[in-house]
């Protein structure tokens, strides 16, 4: 099956700074790879997803990169701000349809941004 | 995600006793999934439904079972086969576009 590595498991940077999230994946038929931003106590929520036909995405301050190639992706974060604060999530699937849903994630990573 | 709910927000299980997790949506998604999250760990798969009475075992089924009687509706019973059910149990839906949105959460404690 699956197989998602994610580092690293912290990250600590100061307000302003620029944060990278790194994952690789096992399965080469793995097609969707999003983010989840998760908040201590809440939900997992969804910030970016990218698809295998697209080499990267960009929304406001943050940036998902995936290289097929060598299966591997990224999160990007810029101009970083004390409410980025959070658990990350990266995540794949190799689903199409309704399977799109049947992640495998990574162990996440706790982002910390000093004021 | 707001159109997605579970209950109870906290559940508390005695040895042996077998308790059941609800989940509604009412977002009109065909698909849906039951996820553990133990702590400063990722999410595990549990169960997943792609259709109504269809539905098909993740990563970590062992001591879980669903039903997916309804499009809304996707219950998960932890039973007493589960040895170590302590865990926050998160509850997503998603349509054919892929993106899966999750629910607020069970907390479930073993006493």
């Known amino acids: 099956g699956e197989n998602v590595e994610q580092h690293p498991s912290t990250l600590s940077v100061q307000e302003g700074d620029s944060a990278v999230i790194k994952c690789t994946y096992s399965?080469?038929?793995?097609?969707?790879f999003p983010w989840y931003k998760q908040e201590l106590g809440k939900r997992p929520q969804l910030i970016i997803d990218?698809?295998?036909?697209?080499g990267e995405k960009k929304d406001q301050r943050i940036a998902v990169t995936l290289n097929k190639t060598a299966k591997h992706f990224s999160l990007h974060i810029t101009e970083t701000q004390p409410e980025d604060s959070a658990v990350y999530f990266c995540a794949a699937s190799s689903g199409g349809g309704t399977s799109y849903g049947k992640l495998t994630f990574g162990q996440g990573t706790i982002l910390t941004v000093h004021p | 995600d707001g159109g997605i709910t579970q209950s109870p927000k906290y559940l508390f299980r005695k040895e042996g006793q077998n308790v059941t997790l609800s989940c509604e949506q009412n977002l009109n998604h065909d698909a849906m999934y039951w996820y553990r999250q133990d702590p400063g760990q990722g999410l595990r798969l549990i169960y997943y439904s792609q259709i109504v009475n269809d539905f098909q075992k993740g990563d970590i089924a062992e001591g879980y079972s669903v039903s997916r009687e309804k499009k809304e509706s996707f219950p998960l019973t932890v039973t007493s086969a589960q040895k170590n059910p302590t865990a926050f149990y998160l509850c997503a839906s998603s349509a054919t576009s892929g993106r899966a949105f999750f629910g607020p959460g069970t907390r479930l404690t073993v006493l």
């Open positions: 990218i698809r295998s036909n697209v």
């Open positions: 399965d080469s038929a793995s097609n969707y």
